[in-house]
């Protein structure tokens, strides 16, 4: 089924009690799963992702470790993706909320290990059900996020 305008699909979410529509844009538009993003919080994740190179990467698996990492690889994909976008067009698809944050993150970013980033996540992704250590796992990748920022 297409996705329904944006205004029906915001009148929906406000007659559902969700305010902050943010959640639309994080769904791709989608109203029902707005709604259950509404509901999980995506926001403390972009607060720790907001913070680039002064990110620990290590407190930052701790608090994301005890989260389904299908959710947090989605998280920051969409995150890289916006990124990638504020870099080369300045606008943001899925994190329109902290599109001012986004746009003076991507001023310090670096192209080339912004891609290999988004490969490194793609292979993440794959391996997501995997009976890895998640804590590890998102150790190594909170570490690479950080070094995408120039000094």
């Not at 089924?1 to 538009?29: H, N």
């Not at 990467?57 to 504020?86: E, G, H, R």
Request: glycine share 4%; charged share 25%; hydrophobic share 40%.
């Amino acid at each position: 089924m297409p996705t329904p305008e944006r205004q029906v699909a915001i009148d929906w979410l406000r007659g559902k009690g969700i305010t902050d529509t943010a959640c639309l844009d994080f769904s791709g538009g989608a109203p029902l799963s707005a709604l259950e993003i509404s509901e999980a919080n995506t926001d403390i994740e972009a607060r720790l992702l907001l913070q680039g190179r002064q990110l620990d990467p290590f407190l930052a698996a701790s608090n994301l470790s005890s989260k389904d990492m299908d959710y947090v690889i989605d998280i920051l994909q969409k995150w890289t993706y916006d990124l990638l976008s504020c870099l080369l067009t300045g606008e943001s698809r899925y994190y329109s909320k902290h599109i001012n944050a986004l746009q003076a993150l991507a001023k310090s970013v670096d192209l080339n290990l912004l891609m290999q980033f988004q490969r490194k996540l793609n292979d993440a992704r794959k391996n997501s059900q995997h009976p890895l250590n998640n804590e590890l796992q998102l150790e190594a990748i909170m570490l690479d996020y950080t070094q995408l920022f120039m000094k």
